[in-house]
């Protein structure tokens, strides 16, 4: 046991230099810097250093600030937005909304103190061709505008601290109405562990098990409560997870009538990791993409190129077989077995009898396009297409016919349902590699293509 102190005995810490003090306090959290100020008032005067605080709130934001904006202090200004910071600091988010879903990017702005969020939305451009290809196969050019949707910001966070009104979630905060009687709230979410998880909660949870993730969360915060122990109590921010957060509608019909929600259950947003949408030179076709599907209009989609090691590593492979297709012409399951070349006396001479050169790091594994908005039919959080091996066991054909001449042709499996989801079935396709930023997808069966091109998601603010 440590020993008691007396009643002169000094802390130690407090013999220490300004300068050194202030040091240690710089690897300390908000949490612990005001733990740490209600010691003393010496530990007091050294938390409240504006310093602490602007490193803080910079930690957040892709582009540090050197002012607090509207509020007095960087200290201030941490209180007014906590605990949110972590919105701007992963910036895009997508929700389970059945069955389009949403995706949003949000920001930090200094200038009005506000934590933002807006909708992406893409539009194809009027001047558009129909183009008939091989074996009359029809397809539209596609070059969208992709752009956010300014005028309904989904968050608007400009201080915390003031919660009016009934709460219905743990930490919620009514936002500034976004029409005349309609008004959202946004709320925190509780961490939940993947460690146990079964088939039958796997839909229950967000982010889908389809796309990597350390943390998920219950969709329904009811799951949320029976999921969690007694001694964990909403209200404790250590519980807060930081890589989802909820959204609630509520319609009010004036002062004596009561508030009623828009809708059953709140819409639950998760976020990214970065490291699943920024390319890389070994996995240059990782990122987020729009894609044409025609009578549903653009759809977003998350590009993972995965090899076998991470397939093996991700948590989703545990729980979640990605996907259990079909097997291909030659009868294997997986394209990226050594069987199925082992016939082959040249590596680079493909079943075709022609040959491709040499594929780059980048030209091979495994590619899948998840959906991030949905409709329908494949909703979001369902995988849109697979390609088993983008690289030279995968490549079909090299297309010899305009627009497309000239492009490697690879097998993939393209995700087709009823309404609702219903009956989903893989059927047979191509995917055309055009570029890094531009592919297009061959549905064999329907004689259908539709294109997909990257988004620059650092420039939509911009736009």
Same mark, same amino acid.
């Given at each position: 046991?440590?020993?008691?102190?007396? &009643?002169?005995?000094?802390?130690?810490?407090?013999?220490?230099?300004?300068?050194?003090?202030h040091?240690?306090?710089?690897?300390?959290?908000?949490?612990?810097?005001?733990?740490?100020?209600?010691?003393?008032? =010496?530990?007091?005067?050294h938390?409240?250093?504006?310093i602490?605080?602007?490193?803080?709130?910079?930690?957040?934001?892709?582009?540090?600030?050197?002012?607090?904006? #509207?509020? $007095?202090?960087?200290?201030?200004?941490?209180?007014?937005?906590? &605990?949110?910071?972590?919105?701007?600091?992963?910036?895009?988010?997508?929700?389970?909304?059945?069955h389009?879903?949403?995706?949003?990017?949000?920001?930090?702005d200094?200038?009005?103190?506000?934590?933002?969020?807006?909708?992406v939305?893409? *539009?194809?451009? #009027?001047?558009?061709?129909?183009?008939?290809?091989d074996?009359?196969? @029809?397809?539209?050019?596609?070059?969208?505008?992709v752009?956010?949707?300014?005028?309904?910001?989904?968050?608007n966070?400009k201080?915390?601290? $003031?919660?009016?009104?009934?709460q219905?979630?743990?930490?919620?905060?009514?936002?500034?109405? @976004?029409?005349?009687?309609?008004?959202?709230?946004?709320?925190?979410?509780?961490?939940?562990c +993947?460690?146990?998880?079964?088939?039958?909660?796997?839909?229950?949870?967000?982010?889908?098990?389809?796309?990597?993730?350390?943390?998920?969360?219950?969709r329904?915060?009811?799951?949320?409560?029976?999921?969690?122990?007694?001694?964990?109590?909403?209200?404790?921010?250590e519980?807060v997870?930081?890589?989802?957060?909820?959204?609630?509608?509520?319609?009010s019909?004036?002062?004596?009538?009561? @508030?009623? @929600?828009?809708?059953?259950?709140?819409?639950?947003?998760?976020?990214?990791?970065?490291?699943?949408? =920024?390319? =890389?030179?070994?996995?240059?076709?990782?990122g987020?993409?729009?894609? +044409?599907?025609?009578?549903?209009?653009?759809?977003f989609?998350?590009?993972?190129?995965?090899?076998?090691?991470?397939?093996?590593? =991700?948590?989703t492979?545990?729980?979640?077989?990605? &996907?259990?297709?079909?097997?291909?012409?030659?009868?294997?399951?997986?394209?990226? $077995? *050594?069987?199925?070349?082992?016939?082959?006396?040249?590596n680079s001479?493909?079943q075709?009898?022609?040959?491709?050169?040499?594929?780059?790091?980048?030209e091979?594994?495994?590619?899948?396009?998840?959906?991030?908005t949905?409709?329908?039919?494949? &909703?979001?959080? *369902?995988?849109?297409?697979?390609?088993r091996?983008?690289?030279?066991?995968?490549?079909?054909?090299?297309?010899?016919?305009?627009?497309?001449?000239?492009?490697?042709?690879?097998?993939?499996?393209?995700?087709v349902?009823?309404?609702?989801?219903?009956?989903?079935?893989?059927i047979? $396709?191509?995917?055309i590699?055009?570029?890094?930023?531009?592919?297009?997808?061959?549905?064999?069966?329907?004689?259908h293509?539709s294109?997909?091109?990257?988004?620059?998601i650092?420039?939509?603010f911009?736009?």
């Amino acid at each position: 046991m440590a020993p008691e102190l007396g &009643p002169n005995s000094r802390c130690r810490l407090l013999e220490l230099p300004a300068e050194l003090i202030h040091l240690v306090m710089t690897y300390l959290s908000a949490h612990d810097l005001l733990a740490v100020s209600t010691t003393c008032r =010496t530990l007091f005067s050294h938390a409240c250093n504006d310093i602490l605080w602007a490193n803080l709130v910079n930690e957040n934001l892709p582009e540090k600030i050197t002012t607090p904006g #509207p509020f $007095s202090t960087f200290r201030e200004l941490y209180a007014a937005l906590y &605990p949110y910071w972590f919105i701007p600091r992963y910036r895009i988010w997508f929700s389970d909304t059945a069955h389009t879903g949403r995706m949003i990017v949000a920001r930090y702005d200094n200038r009005r103190g506000v934590i933002e969020a807006y909708r992406v939305v893409a *539009e194809r451009s #009027p001047d558009i061709q129909i183009i008939q290809w091989d074996d009359g196969a @029809v397809f539209a050019t596609f070059d969208p505008r992709v752009r956010l949707w300014f005028d309904d910001p989904v968050v608007n966070l400009k201080d915390c601290r $003031s919660r009016g009104g009934q709460q219905h979630l743990p930490g919620e905060v009514r936002m500034p109405m @976004v029409a005349e009687r309609i008004f959202s709230s946004i709320a925190v979410c509780a961490a939940t562990c +993947d460690e146990g998880l079964s088939a039958e909660i796997a839909p229950e949870l967000w982010p889908p098990v389809t796309i990597p993730s350390a943390k998920r969360v219950y969709r329904n915060p009811v799951d949320e409560l029976k999921a969690r122990t007694v001694k964990e109590e909403k209200e404790k921010l250590e519980h807060v997870c930081n890589i989802a957060f909820r959204l609630i509608q509520f319609v009010s019909l004036g002062p004596g009538y009561p @508030v009623l @929600v828009a809708h059953n259950n709140p819409s639950t947003f998760a976020t990214l990791h970065p490291s699943l949408y =920024t390319p =890389t030179k070994e996995k240059p076709y990782q990122g987020i993409w729009v894609g +044409d599907y025609s009578m549903h209009g653009c759809e977003f989609l998350l590009f993972l190129q995965r090899d076998e090691e991470t397939l093996q590593a =991700t948590s989703t492979r545990q729980h979640y077989e990605i &996907p259990d297709l079909p097997e291909d012409d030659d009868g294997n399951i997986s394209s990226t $077995s *050594e069987e199925n070349h082992a016939n082959d006396s040249d590596n680079s001479q493909l079943q075709g009898g022609f040959q491709v050169e040499d594929q780059s790091p980048g030209e091979s594994g495994r590619l899948e396009a998840i959906k991030l908005t949905g409709d329908p039919n494949v &909703p979001r959080g *369902e995988i849109s297409f697979v390609a088993r091996d983008i690289g030279r066991r995968g490549t079909v054909r090299i297309a010899d016919r305009e627009p497309f001449k000239g492009a490697r042709m690879v097998r993939s499996w393209g995700h087709v349902a009823h309404h609702n989801f219903e009956d989903p079935q893989w059927i047979k $396709s191509q995917l055309i590699l055009l570029s890094h930023d531009c592919v297009a997808h061959y549905w064999e069966a329907m004689h259908h293509i539709s294109y997909f091109r990257r988004v620059n998601i650092d420039k939509l603010f911009e736009s």
